[in-house]
């Protein structure tokens, strides 16, 4: 009696493992909705310092960013704004103890200017700019609806300036940002 209960129990165990099993294969295969756009915060060289507003456009992304601060009646100031576009090359839902990620190439431009009209000897004038290109990771479900946080590295050269301007560096450099995408 007890064998064929386990039986019994048993074949109910792998009919339910079965169904489970197609239900997911098909929803896995199922179109999810994807986000049209984000919006977060970044920091970073090419991808700017600041509120930032991701627009995605199937597997590829633009992206702006734009950070300001006055004072002094606009005698001092800060600017950073950034124009980035990215293509995901990779997305992965989370599978055993991997989280969901999604691998990521990013190239844009950034530039920053800050005016100081101060006496202090340690304030500073500068106009940069900053282009390059690098790979990154995203955590969370990237492409999908939530919060995101990605990292990249990127190969970026600054320049004193904007336009024709003198080349400062060349160099390795990270940028990061988090995102809620709907």
């Excluded at 294969?25 to 600041?50: C, M």
């Excluded at 930032?52 to 702006?64: A, D, E, K, M, P």
């Amino acid at each position: 009696m007890l064998i064929k209960q386990s039986k019994k129990y048993f074949s109910y165990l792998v009919g339910s493992w079965l169904l489970f099993s197609c239900a997911w294969l098909n929803a896995a295969s199922l179109p999810h909705p994807q986000p049209s756009q984000a919006v977060g915060f970044s920091a970073g060289w090419i991808s700017g310092s600041g509120i930032t507003y991701r627009r995605y456009l199937g597997n590829n992304f633009i992206q702006g960013t734009f950070f300001g601060m006055f004072g002094d009646s606009g005698s001092n100031m800060y600017v950073n704004g950034a124009l980035s576009a990215g293509r995901y090359l990779h997305r992965r839902k989370a599978w055993g103890l991997l989280p969901p990620h999604g691998i990521h190439v990013l190239l844009g431009a950034d530039y920053a200017v800050q005016r100081e009209n101060s006496q202090d000897p340690f304030a500073s004038d500068y106009e940069k700019s900053f282009y390059g290109a690098g790979i990154g990771l995203d955590f969370g479900n990237p492409g999908e609806k939530g919060l995101n946080l990605w990292l990249s590295i990127l190969y970026v050269a600054s320049y004193e300036g904007i336009g024709s301007a003198a080349f400062e560096s060349f160099g390795m450099r990270p940028a990061s940002g988090i995102f809620y995408a709907w």
